[in-house]
């Protein structure tokens, strides 16, 4: 009894410890996505919008007890969940679920489970681990390189097998990312870039025909204005019949007259944008530059490596999501079926993300405890 007492009065403790801000802001980011799920739908709360609530609600209850979980305990188990997702991941290619023409989830029963969302976590998890038990010394080393590289390059392959050039993209770029913060030299990024722009020739034989038709529709989109450049030619008239204010919420003609694809998705910020204008997407953006500030802040508050790398690999992980869509929907890069964070319809995502941000919150809650650097696989 006295030890129940102790540990509930060390919860207690932590509570008020949680950065209660940044909670406010990923439940100010997903309201939007409650309204514009609303509004996808014609102003009826089904199919969408309620699902994602009560989502979100569960989420947010997993985020505060992952907040409150003790980070050591997360370091010690940083690789198990990283080759759990990994197992995820394998496990889709045998008896994956198939939908809109790619084999992503998982179907347990009650709900689906989409591994690749699981693993932009699981990732982060473990390269902050490895980098965080390296020295000065260790870093600087060529075979240091070895572990991060097949930590990367085993996920990111069967992404895109499934396919997914989206999310594959975002563990590249995270991977490179942690890499960078864990001490790597600007010179092998530069020879890890001349050697991906030699491999594009090689690279684009292994792409799908569809996504070959997207690169090349990016270029010019009219060429195909009823196939492949369909999707962002609607979306280009979408966003600039918005204008400044918008049409007015449920008024959007584009998304409510079903010539906008994905609008419960990977067109969701151009619904936004058509509804509420460049007022209302200026205001999502900043909501996701906050979100940003505050896992940067908490990063730089970190006393220990791990807690460092966790909060800057997460909030950056989140913040590219949000780049590319945003970018692809704006016609910057090409279509590649991301998702907006906390926005777009998607259990998996924004549980995986609540339970990321979770992670950041205990980084920021033991920012001032020690963690010794030499942690082995073993210690798991």
Known sequence: MWFTRQGAMHLADKVPQINWLLV???AAISSVGFAMLYSASNGSIDPWALRQMIRFGVGVVLMIAVALTDIRYILRYSYAVYFGALALLLMVEVAGEIGMGAQRWIDVGIFQIQPSEIMKVALVLALARYFHGLTAEEVRRPTVLIVPVLLVVAPALLVLHQPDLGTALILVLVGGLMCFLGGIRMWKFAIAFVGGVAA??????????????R????????????GAGYHILQSKIALGSGGLFG???LAGTQSHLNFLPEKQTDFIFTMLAEEFGMIGSLFLLALYG?????????????????????????????FMSMFINVAMV?????????????VSY???????????????MSAHVHRDIRIPRRTTILDT
């Not at 500030?293 to 989140?318: D, N, P």
């Not at 016609?331 to 906390?342: D, H, M, Q, Y």
């Open 24 to 26: 406010l802001l990923l």
């Open 200 to 213: 594009i020739p090689v690279a684009w034989q292994f792409l799908r025909d569809y996504q070959k038709r």
């Open 215 to 226: 690169v090349l529709t990016f270029l010019n989109p009219e060429s195909d204005p009823l």
């Open 247 to 249: 049409k007015g919420f």
């Open 290 to 318: 906050l979100v940003l500030v505050y896992g940067l802040s908490i990063a730089l508050r970190c006393r220990h490596q791990f807690g460092r790398l966790l909060a800057m690999g997460i909030t950056s992980s989140f």
């Open 330 to 342: 704006m016609g910057l890069i090409p279509v590649v079926g991301a998702p907006l964070p906390l």
């Open 346 to 360: 998607g259990g998996s995502a924004m549980m995986t993300i609540l339970i990321g941000f979770g992670v950041v």
